[in-house]
């Protein structure tokens, strides 16, 4: 798809060569999944008997039940982290310094922290000081945490990105301060949120599996503990592997197409925001998206 | 905040662990995610095809799991390496993925006419690719190369997952011996915030030096 931006159509002699080249560099791809595979059949990690419990029902509601937990903690991440994310951004954007100052110090402090160390410390510090909640909500809490710093960068991003004059004319209408915030900057910002706001949200998702080094029963928990119990670690964590990918290529999938529609409708490009890594494919991607547009 | 400065020698030596994760991966990924990208975006249809699964399948894959996958499962295989190495093996690999993704998105922000210039002058797809497009796309994707820089400086804390002894195993251990988490994870985090800001800031003057604003 980007191959003609770099190379025009091909005459006769290029195309022959190109041929050639696609022939030889296909039979080194393929010749490097027939030694991978050769490896995993040395090593007898093809053998039926180390993929056969991953088809039992038992195994498979297992999984299962793992992918159920994960997504459990990710949709009430999301949505906590959302409204808290709005609230902040909202809150740098306040004309009340004391507001802008606090929440720029929570956003910038809890950008900058690794999500490992916030779970770490959500499950192990806070039931020292008499916390005592079950697992799910120590990983919700460091999500949330993380997440809304995240999301009200995003949102600011955003609600900056559009144009002044959409406020002076709010307020020329007689629009008080909230009104034209809510009425009419925030719903044309949302439009251009959406693709960094959804691939934030893959990135939660991928980021559940840390609830693992606090033994919450998520995908990889329950991954891990089925490879140590059939012996099987390699076959299990493919699968595990499988399922994250689904899901959020699943997801990636729906992002991507609400971004065309949104281009296509409201032509408004996308915003990005520094410091999280998917956010610079985000920017990537509606880059892509714009020409695919039908008309 | 005794307790971080009385144990300032183990913070020291975890942050040094982390620095090294970092700029091993870092330098590995840019390499590999070039590769990737040059590959994405050439006319040879089984190369592009490869480089869109690589990226696909291993950005979609939580590090969390590459990183137990890679140590505890591809030892299966034979494929054994100290937990160090794993570590950054696999962040190599993830943070791969997006220097691909923003290289290609900076080789497509160069201007059409280049590339068209450049064959014209009868230089080959390579060449044209190392000599003209590259240069260029670099410069403008400073800035993005920087969030994937300090978004690794982060995740590179995964790494304590395999007990690599980074920053957040140190803190992890100390927090076992002394039974005092929010010191010594505060003094972590704090430590974290003296390698992710400071990027930030040199990453900014960088893209003022040789940034091409498109």
Redesign the interface.
């Known amino acids: 798809m980007?191959?003609p931006?770099?190379?025009?159509a091909?005459g006769p002699r290029a195309r022959r060569r190109?041929r050639l080249?696609?022939v030889v560099?296909?039979a080194a791809?393929a010749g490097l999944v027939l030694a991978a595979v050769r490896?995993?059949a040395d090593?007898g990690?093809l053998d039926a008997a180390r993929w056969e419990p991953l088809t039992q029902g038992a195994v498979i509601r297992f999984l299962l039940g793992g992918l159920l937990a994960t997504l459990r903690v990710a949709s009430l991440a999301m949505v906590l982290a959302m409204a808290i994310g709005m609230v902040l951004a909202f809150g740098r954007l306040a004309r009340n310094p004391v507001v802008r100052v606090v929440t720029g110090a929570y956003v910038e402090?809890f950008r900058?922290?690794?999500?490992?160390?916030l779970v770490?410390?959500s499950g192990?510090?806070l039931p020292?000081y008499g916390v005592d909640v079950a697992v799910f909500w120590y990983v919700v809490l460091a999500l949330v945490v993380y997440n809304s710093a995240i999301l009200a960068e995003i949102f600011r991003a955003g609600i900056l990105s559009l144009d002044k004059g959409q406020t002076e004319a709010a307020h020329a209408l007689g629009f008080s301060y909230w009104q034209a915030m809510l009425i009419v900057v925030v719903p044309q910002a949302a439009r251009r949120m959406v693709p960094a706001i959804v691939s934030q949200l893959?990135t939660l998702l991928?980021?559940?599996?840390?609830g693992?080094?606090i033994a919450y029963p998520e995908l990889?928990r329950r991954?891990?503990n089925t490879?140590e119990f059939f012996q099987n670690?390699?076959q299990s964590?493919?699968a595990?592997?499988l399922l994250?990918?689904a899901v959020?290529?699943a997801l990636?999938r729906v992002a991507r197409r609400l971004e065309i529609r949104q281009r296509r409708r409201y032509g408004a490009g996308a915003i990005?925001v520094?410091?999280?890594?998917?956010?610079?494919?985000t920017?990537?991607q509606s880059?892509?998206a714009a020409p695919e547009g039908p008309g | 905040m005794r307790l971080v400065l009385d144990n300032a020698d183990l913070y020291l030596a975890g942050m040094a662990t982390t620095v090294a994760l970092t700029l091993l991966s870092f330098s590995a990924a840019l390499v590999i995610g070039t590769v990737v990208a040059a590959f994405r975006v050439s006319p040879v249809p089984p190369l592009r095809t490869a480089g869109t699964l690589w990226v696909e399948t291993v950005r979609n894959t939580p590090l969390t799991v590459l990183m137990v996958l890679f140590f505890f499962g591809f030892t299966k295989l034979g494929i054994q390496y100290s937990a160090f190495t794993s570590a950054v093996i696999v962040l190599s690999a993830y943070t791969s993925t997006f220097v691909a993704e923003t290289v290609r998105s900076g080789i497509n922000s160069v201007a059409k006419g280049q590339a068209e210039a450049a064959r014209s002058l009868g230089l080959t797809f390579p060449q044209v690719l190392v000599r003209v497009i590259l240069p260029q796309a670099f410069r403008t994707v400073v800035a993005p190369l920087g969030s994937v820089f300090i978004a690794l400086i982060k995740n590179s804390s995964i790494a304590s997952v395999i007990s690599v002894v980074d920053l957040t195993e140190v803190a992890d251990r100390l927090n076992n011996d002394t039974a005092r988490p929010v010191a010594v994870f505060l003094g972590a985090g704090m430590a974290y915030l003296l390698l992710t800001l400071p990027s930030g800031f040199l990453v900014g003057v960088l893209e003022r030096r040789v940034a091409i604003k498109r």
Do not use: C, H, W
């Open positions: 980007t191959a931006m770099l190379a025009d091909l190109m080249i696609s560099a296909a791809i490896r995993l090593t990690q402090f900058g922290f690794p999500l490992l160390l770490l410390f192990l510090a020292k893959v991928k980021d559940t599996s840390l693992f080094v990889l991954a891990r490879g670690p390699l964590l493919f595990a592997a994250y990918i959020n290529l990636s990005t520094a410091g999280a890594e998917d956010l610079t494919v920017a990537v880059e892509e």
